[in-house]
């Protein structure tokens, strides 16, 4: 009985000693055993929504620092080799689960880096009638 007394004396002396870290877990254990996964998702993309409708580009700014960090990790952890093989294998479980997705985002950037080149060289040809006028 006193090894429970003890215990329950100490955890309540830590309560206030908990890290960001471990509030954190804590918070999301007890919304996990609360909602339901779907509920779950939901509230991530409202709050998602907010989020980008009060800081626009938000996720953008934060998702590229976070692969440029991972890159650099992974650049310093893995020879060349190793990741090139790393990126066909993810390649192909990208293909496999998603059929035709490589072929459909490499014909949309071919249709933009047309698109500007088209861009590109209108304003080369105006620039160049202008010199002729002058």
Same mark, same amino acid.
């Given at each position: 009985?006193?090894?429970?007394?003890?215990?329950?004396?100490?955890?309540?002396? $830590?309560?206030?000693?908990?890290? /960001?870290?471990?509030?954190?877990?804590?918070?999301? *254990?007890?919304?996990?055993? =609360?909602?339901? *996964?779907?509920?779950?998702?939901?509230?991530?993309?409202?709050?998602?929504?907010? /989020?980008?409708?009060?800081?626009?580009?938000?996720?953008?700014?934060?998702?590229?620092?976070?692969?440029?960090?991972?890159?650099?990790?992974?650049?310093?952890?893995?020879?060349?080799?190793?990741?090139?093989?790393?990126?066909?294998?993810?390649?192909?479980?990208?293909?496999?689960?998603?059929?035709?997705?490589?072929?459909?985002?490499? =014909?949309?950037?071919? *249709?933009?880096?047309?698109?500007?080149? =088209? *861009?590109?060289?209108? =304003?080369?040809? $105006?620039?160049?009638?202008?010199?002729?006028?002058?």
């Amino acid at each position: 009985m006193a090894n429970k007394q003890d215990e329950n004396e100490r955890e309540e002396k $830590e309560k206030g000693k908990m890290t /960001v870290e471990e509030a954190g877990r804590k918070g999301g *254990e007890t919304r996990a055993q =609360k909602y339901s *996964e779907e509920e779950l998702s939901e509230q991530a993309k409202r709050a998602a929504q907010t /989020v980008e409708k009060e800081h626009p580009g938000f996720h953008a700014e934060i998702g590229k620092k976070g692969g440029q960090k991972g890159g650099e990790a992974r650049a310093e952890k893995y020879s060349e080799e190793e990741l090139s093989e790393q990126a066909k294998r993810a390649a192909q479980t990208v293909e496999e689960e998603h059929p035709g997705f490589h072929a459909e985002i490499g =014909k949309k950037g071919g *249709e933009a880096r047309g698109k500007q080149r =088209k *861009e590109e060289t209108g =304003k080369k040809e $105006e620039n160049e009638q202008k010199e002729e006028e002058e």
